[in-house]
């Protein structure tokens, strides 16, 4: 279905694990003639700490990278502009957007909740369409407009995995905040269950994972051996998955917004653990298929291994794709 053809579109995303690429490729799928930048001008590792440090310390460097952009593509003609999270993107440079394409659609996405994204409140009114992951964000902003995450089609199966099962539980994903100290409960308690893990600790270098060791307690006895610092591609995980029984999925403790990765699991009919409770709110929440834990009292639910998985209904599947939510991001059916 050619829902974009001929479609001009400026998009703008973080690196986060291959998924802009995804969604640029899907737009193109769809028709649409897609120029992709970073929304990043930073991408080392040690620049990115800093900035967390001080958020306007490369400043300058952003309007001179987002400037030699705008020199690229200022005779261009764009039906849209897609920014995702804009946490980098300076007020500054999306005025000048707006002046050299005064007819485009501007549409704005949060993957993260607004208290996540330094200064990002003073740049939602200019954006003609903002839309958020965060189900109490909208609740509270009301030119928000509520859209949950996608799963992509390396994560869509038709029917229900058959496959051998080599894991019992399955986790991958960046160490932040208390993630930490809650897979090493879980292993623990995994371990005396003898179930079969699979864990992927990432972290963005060995520099943070001595970072680390030097200001978070729960680090102190942490061993280097424990971490991944290669990230690994969606297809690799997919994979893993389809040989896995029930995956696992630790929020931010300050978000409320449900990341990628229950959202994947609709995909791919798989069983998840979470311990993001808002998931109760959501149309596709079955408890037969998503077991919530306490992050604060961690207790792996044994009988919840035992249950079959229920399978979705079709409207859910496609409400979830990656397909839907290019249509819903930019208003295609408003």
Not at 40 to 54: D, V, Y
Not at 88 to 93: A, E, H, L, T
């Amino acid at each position: 279905m050619m829902i974009l053809k001929d479609k001009r579109i400026l998009f703008f995303a973080p690196a986060f694990f291959g998924y802009e690429k995804k969604i640029a490729e899907k737009m193109r799928e769809l028709g649409a003639i897609v120029d992709f930048f970073d929304e990043r001008s930073i991408t080392k590792t040690f620049e990115k700490a800093l900035l967390k440090i001080h958020p306007l310390i490369f400043y300058r460097k952003t309007i001179r990278y987002y400037n030699d952009i705008i020199k690229k593509i200022s005779n261009n003609k764009y039906d849209y502009i897609l920014v995702i999270k804009c946490e980098m993107m300076p007020k500054k440079i999306i005025k000048k957007l707006r002046q050299l394409f005064p007819s485009a659609v501007f549409s704005l996405y949060l993957y993260d909740s607004l208290r996540n994204i330094k200064g990002i409140s003073s740049k939602l009114s200019m954006f003609d369409r903002v839309l958020s992951f965060d189900l109490k964000d909208t609740e509270e902003n009301k030119n928000l407009i509520f859209r949950p995450n996608f799963f992509m089609d390396d994560y869509k199966r038709d029917a229900l995995n058959e496959d051998e099962t080599l894991y019992d539980l399955f986790f991958v994903g960046t160490i932040h905040s208390d993630r930490y100290r809650i897979i090493k409960e879980i292993k623990s308690q995994a371990d005396k269950k003898g179930y079969k893990c699979f864990f992927y600790c990432y972290l963005q270098s060995q520099f943070v994972y001595y970072l680390y060791k030097l200001t978070k307690k729960e680090f102190k006895g942490a061993r280097k051996e424990e971490f991944k610092f290669d990230k690994i591609g969606s297809s690799d995980i997919a994979k893993i998955i389809d040989k896995t029984k029930v995956v696992l999925d630790i929020q931010h403790p300050k978000q409320t917004g449900l990341t990628m990765r229950p959202i994947e699991m609709i995909g791919m009919n798989k069983k998840l653990i979470t311990t993001n409770e808002s998931i109760k709110n959501y149309d596709f929440y079955n408890s037969n298929n998503i077991a919530i834990i306490d992050r604060n009292h961690i207790e792996i639910p044994q009988d919840f291994f035992e249950k079959p998985f229920q399978k979705y209904n079709d409207e859910i599947y496609y409400k979830y794709s990656l397909e839907k939510w290019i249509i819903d991001v930019l208003g295609l059916e408003d």
